[in-house]
C-alpha cells in the first residue's frame, strides 16, 4: 500500500487530527489578538473569565467545521444553529435568563466604561443603587456601600440601567432626627 493511497483512505482522520493539533496553536493566536486588544486595561479576573469563553466558542467552531468535513448533514447543523439563534435572542432580551446575565458580562467586559474601584451610581426609575464596583463576575457586580453594605446587582440589569460613574465617593448620609409634634 502505497502512502498516497493511505492518505486518500484515511484523509478525514487526517485532518481531524491536524485540526486537534491545530487548535492549541489558535488559542494561542486568539489570546494574542485578545492581549493586544485589550492593553492591560482590565484586570486579571476579568481577563480569564473572557478568555475562557473565547476558548469555548473557539471549540464550537471548529466542533461544527469537523462535523461538517465528515458529512452531518447541513438540516441537522440548521436546526442547531436556529436553536442557538433562539438562545441568543433569550440571552439578549429576557430579563431575568441566567443566559442573559453571560451575555450581559461580555458586553461590560467589551465596553470597558466602568471597572473594579470605580464609585458608581446605578438607577431605576425614581430609586437608584450607588457603591464602589468590588467584583464583576459572570453573573453579577458586587457594590460596596458607603455604610459598608454589599449589594448583589445582576449584569442584565446593570447594563440595561442608566449608570452614573462618579468622581468621588458618594457623602455618607447623616441621619436626620425629626420630632413630630408641638413645638415647645
Known amino acids: 500500500m502505497s502512502l498516497l493511497e493511505l492518505v486518500s483512505q484515511n484523509y478525514k482522520w487526517i485532518v ?14 486568539q489570546q ?14 476579568r481577563k480569564q473569565r473572557a478568555q475562557l469563553l ?11 467545521m469537523l462535523l461538517v468535513f465528515w458529512g452531518i448533514e447541513l438540516r441537522g447543523l440548521l436546526v442547531l444553529g436556529s ?12 430579563g431575568w ?6 451575555t450581559s458580562f461580555l458586553l461590560m467586559f467589551a465596553q470597558n466604561d466602568y471597572r473594579i474601584g470605580y464609585w458608581v451610581k446605578v438607577i431605576d426609575g425614581a430609586n437608584f443603587v450607588e457603591g464602589r464596583i468590588v467584583e464583576m463576575g459572570l453573573m453579577n457586580v458586587v457594590l460596596e456601600h458607603v455604610d459598608g453594605h454589599k449589594v448583589l446587582y445582576p449584569n442584565n440589569l446593570f447594563v440595561t440601567r442608566p449608570v452614573m460613574v462618579l468622581n ?6 447623616k441621619p436626620i432626627r425629626k420630632i413630630l409634634g408641638p413645638k415647645k
Not at 468621588?168 to 448620609?173: D, I, L, Q, R
Open 16 to 29: 481531524t487530527l491536524g485540526v486537534l493539533l491545530l487548535f492549541p496553536l489558535l488559542v494561542r493566536l
Open 83 to 94: 436553536s442557538l439563534f433562539a438562545m441568543l435572542g433569550v440571552a439578549m432580551f429576557a
Open 54 to 64: 473565547l476558548k469555548i466558542l473557539l471549540a464550537i467552531v471548529l466542533i461544527c
Open 168 to 173: 468621588k465617593a458618594p457623602v455618607k448620609a
Open 32 to 45: 494574542k489578538i485578545f492581549d493586544r486588544a485589550i492593553q492591560g486595561r482590565v484586570d486579571p479576573h
Open 97 to 102: 435568563s441566567l443566559l442573559s446575565n453571560l
